[in-house]
């Protein structure tokens, strides 16, 4: 069973531009690593196939993914749902995606491949820390057809709000942690 990481890293940044941050949050620094690389890193050390979806515009991803000869789609994205839409049609070999936020950078490996091992039993697979909904979430190739047919900013959640979701309880907030809400320091 042919499992991915289906990175999303299309979106403006408007949140994180809100909060006082500058330019793309995918491209700041933290440490000596951009959001987006220590994701990227991540994902990469589970060795699961990856796939991004990002914009034309944002250089730093896009010469990540050349880099380390990351497959990647370009999208100028109206929200999650059309990104998870093109990476799901651009991954037709696949039979399960990890969605994964690009601005999500502590993730470890291990939540990657425990996802991608419980997927192979369950359809849905979502981390869970405090009864808080996380990601990645795990999704089978039953859902390819609901997946490709996304849109809007809600992602997923049509999906998982009407089907039973395998719930894995992690004792890691990180799975709950998006870069749109930590503290901006270093602003370039």
Same mark, same amino acid.
């Given at each position: 069973?042919?499992?991915?990481?289906?990175?999303?890293?299309?979106?403006?940044?408007?949140?994180?531009?809100?909060?006082?941050?500058?330019?793309?949050?995918?491209?700041?620094?933290?440490?000596?690593?951009?959001?987006?690389?220590?994701?990227?890193?991540?994902?990469?050390?589970?060795?699961?196939?990856?796939?991004?979806?990002?914009?034309?515009?944002?250089?730093?991803?896009?010469?990540?993914?050349?880099?380390?000869?990351?497959?990647?789609?370009?999208?100028?994205?109206?929200?999650?749902?059309?990104?998870?839409?093109?990476?799901?049609?651009?991954?037709?070999?696949?039979?399960?995606?990890?969605?994964?936020?690009?601005?999500? *950078?502590?993730?470890?490996?291990?939540?990657?491949?425990?996802?991608?091992?419980?997927?192979?039993?369950?359809?849905?697979?979502? *981390?869970?820390?405090?009864?808080?909904?996380?990601?990645?979430?795990?999704?089978?190739?039953?859902?390819?057809?609901?997946?490709?047919?996304?849109?809007?900013?809600?992602?997923?959640?049509?999906?998982?709000?009407?089907?039973?979701?395998?719930?894995?309880?992690?004792?890691?907030?990180?799975?709950?942690?998006?870069?749109?809400?930590? *503290?901006?320091?270093?602003?370039?």
């Amino acid at each position: 069973m042919n499992i991915g990481i289906l990175i999303l890293a299309a979106g403006k940044s408007e949140r994180f531009q809100s909060t006082g941050g500058r330019g793309s949050k995918l491209n700041h620094l933290l440490d000596k690593q951009t959001v987006f690389e220590k994701t990227l890193s991540n994902s990469m050390s589970s060795g699961l196939p990856l796939h991004v979806v990002t914009r034309a515009d944002n250089d730093g991803v896009i010469n990540n993914c050349l880099q380390f000869n990351i497959p990647f789609s370009v999208l100028n994205s109206y929200g999650l749902g059309e990104s998870i839409a093109v990476g799901v049609q651009n991954t037709p070999n696949w039979h399960g995606w990890l969605i994964q936020l690009g601005d999500m *950078p502590y993730i470890p490996r291990e939540i990657f491949i425990r996802i991608a091992d419980e997927l192979k039993n369950y359809s849905l697979v979502r *981390p869970v820390y405090k009864n808080i909904p996380g990601h990645p979430v795990g999704i089978s190739e039953k859902y390819r057809q609901n997946l490709i047919h996304l849109v809007g900013d809600d992602g997923a959640k049509s999906i998982l709000r009407h089907q039973f979701v395998y719930e894995i309880e992690i004792n890691d907030e990180n799975v709950t942690k998006d870069f749109d809400y930590l *503290p901006h320091k270093n602003q370039e």
